[in-house]
């Protein structure tokens, strides 16, 4: 099983940017899927969710509700969060999670939201 994030970098607040989330020996949309970010000096904590199976039900955290769309693509065994309005809080390395049998996780990819 292997995750690897990418599409971070640096962006002004109020821009967007869209994250990936590349996986490999597991068929990504029969399991439950997640992002979750690290800003400096904070706990990890979760971000958006897609439930595994046919259904795809997602969840949000409140802090970006309305902002952040989580989705997958089944052909490439992608996932994805596209990021809109962001805001200098928004600013984390941003981790990607999946739950087969044990917890997986990427390496992560920095997201920086400044002017």
């Known amino acids: 099983v292997q995750l690897v994030e990418s599409g971070g970098g640096l962006v002004q607040p109020g821009g967007s940017l869209r994250l990936s989330c590349a996986a490999s020996?597991?068929?990504?949309?029969?399991?439950?899927m997640s992002w979750h970010r690290q800003a400096p000096g904070k706990e990890r904590e979760l971000v958006a969710t897609?439930?595994?199976?046919?259904?795809?039900?997602?969840l949000y955290a409140d802090s970006v509700q309305g902002r952040f769309t989580i989705s997958r693509d089944n052909a490439k065994n992608t996932m994805y969060l596209q990021m809109n309005t962001l805001k200098p809080d928004d600013t984390a390395v941003y981790y990607c999670?999946?739950?087969?049998?044990?917890?997986?996780w990427g390496q992560g990819t920095q997201v920086t939201v400044s002017s």
């Open positions: 999670n999946a739950v087969l049998r044990g917890s997986y």
């Open positions: 897609i439930i595994g199976g046919t259904g795809g039900s997602t």
């Open positions: 020996g597991f068929t990504l949309n029969r399991y439950t």
